[in-house]
């Protein structure tokens, strides 16, 4: 998981030493969202998981608004490289 991590913040930052932006933030969400979202197809009764995960997913829904409110350029082509929306 800290590989993907380290490549995801690679491909999705915005400058040299950039780990904290809010589009990095997002797509190391959508990693994680993603690699949960195989767990629990393998483990349906995982319900303490299932908590957490939920809350990832509030937590990226309210950065992807965020980037929306303030930079609508960087939310659509975010939204684009991570086959978010159809």
């Given at each position: ?36 979202s195989d767990h629990f197809k393998k483990f349906p ?15 990226r829904r309210q950065l992807l608004d965020y980037l929306k ?18």
């Open positions: 998981m800290t590989f993907e991590k380290k490549t995801v913040v690679d491909q999705f930052k915005v400058h040299a030493t950039d780990t904290g932006s809010s589009e990095v933030q997002i797509a190391i969400l959508t990693t994680r969202i993603k690699y949960l009764k995982d319900f303490a998981s299932r908590v957490g995960f939920l809350k990832m997913i509030g937590q409110k303030y930079n609508k350029d960087s939310y659509s082509s975010l939204i684009k490289r991570l086959y978010l929306r159809k």
